[in-house]
């Protein structure tokens, strides 16, 4: 019996020292030990306060009888809050999708919420022509969809485009600063198109034979568009390929025909007097045999009787081979000069046709 009491004022004494350090679930188990030693233990103030701390504290789950106290802390993990997940996902909505910057995304908003044509280009009204282009150049850099691919950056590059077509023009421009953007007349709700074409129009205004790309083309590389002829092989990619249909038949003007003359007029004494071309750069129905120039150039012609009729050492052979590659040469030169100017506008960085150029002259400077 007196062995009964020693062991319930041991469990008594740990019961207490859980219980001040906090540990309930301790407490309770040697409190309830004590009481069933020595039930005349007067301990019913500490069993109360153990259970009810214990009902509190939720997080400590009760440690059955037979369990064994440890001595190793016990680690409790914390939830983040709810809304801060949230928050990091929506404190940069330009991260989550990684391909434009906030920046991009702001002069976009502001452009389209522009409707005057002076205050999309950021002009006053006595503005000159130099100011006009100038403003063009810095806003149409900044929101080309090439270059830039926030929301709407497709029709704030139209927007741009089309003030700037009006403002540069001294007609149109007298025309505009008389009607006024707010004119009802020029109101019109059909959808705008970044393409261009006639009858859609950014408030309504000079939207006949509009074509934000060809202006662009104009503006910065002077209208011509990339050298394509018999010369597959390269692409300038989206937004500045050459158009097709009607839009084509549209931004084909008299300053893109005057400097596409000389190359037309190249192309027909290349010719003549034959009807058809002799050979072909790249192979295509009925240009489907191929042959190599001496410098290494491919070309293919539509005849198995070409050696036949322009034997391997022939002057006619030689002429022929020296207009291939005459033709291939002035393919890339026209091809590397559009090259490098997307790349000083930060459109590519790799030259293609550059490097093909490159490697062309020194074969024949070699040969």
């Known amino acids: 019996m007196d062995g009964n009491k020693d062991d319930a004022l041991k469990s008594l004494k740990i019961g ?3 219980l001040d350090a906090g540990d309930r679930a301790r407490a309770l188990k040697f409190l309830a030990k004590a009481r069933r030693l020595d039930p005349s233990l007067p301990i019913d103030n500490l069993l109360s306060a153990a259970a009810e701390a214990k009902s509190d504290d939720r997080s400590v789950p009760e440690p059955s009888p037979d369990s064994k106290p440890s001595d190793k802390p016990s680690i409790r993990q914390r939830n983040p809050p709810a809304g801060s997940a949230a928050a990091a996902s929506s404190s940069s909505p330009t991260a989550a999708a990684g391909t434009y910057t906030e920046e991009q995304v702001v002069i976009v908003k502001q452009i389209r919420k522009k409707k005057d044509y002076y205050e999309i280009l950021g002009l006053e009204k006595t503005c000159s022509v130099d100011d006009v282009r100038k403003a063009y150049r810095k806003l149409s850099l900044k929101v080309h969809p090439d270059k830039n691919k926030a929301p709407g950056a497709e029709e704030a590059f139209k927007a741009v485009s089309k003030a700037f077509k009006c403002l540069s023009s001294e007609e149109s421009r007298k025309t505009y600063d008389l009607v006024g953007s707010d004119e009802p007349v020029y109101e019109r709700r059909a959808s705008p198109s970044y393409r261009g074409g006639a009858g859609n129009g950014f408030n309504g205004f000079y939207d006949t034979d ?24 390269f692409n300038f990619g989206p937004g500045m390929g050459a158009r097709t249909g009607d839009q084509a038949s549209a931004g084909f003007n008299f300053r893109m025909l005057i400097q596409l003359l000389p190359v037309l007029l190249i192309l027909l004494f290349s010719f003549l007097p034959s009807s058809e071309p002799v050979f072909s750069l790249s192979r295509s129905y009925p240009y489907e045999y191929k042959f190599i120039t001496k410098n290494g150039v491919n070309f293919y012609v539509k005849s198995t009787k070409f050696e036949h009729d322009y034997p391997d050492d022939s002057i006619e052979r030689a002429r022929i081979e020296e207009r291939v590659e005459r033709d291939y040469y002035s393919v890339l030169a026209q091809n590397c000069r559009f090259e490098l100017q997307r790349q000083q506008w930060g459109f590519i960085r790799e030259t293609p046709h550059c490097d093909m150029l490159e490697k062309f002259q020194s074969t024949a400077a070699a040969a």
């Not at 503006?219 to 018999?230: E, H, K, R, V, W």
């Open 16 to 18: 207490k020292d859980a």
């Open 210 to 233: 509009f074509d934000a790309d060809e202006i662009f083309r104009n503006f910065f590389f002077g209208g011509m568009p990339p050298a394509t002829t018999q010369f597959r092989s």
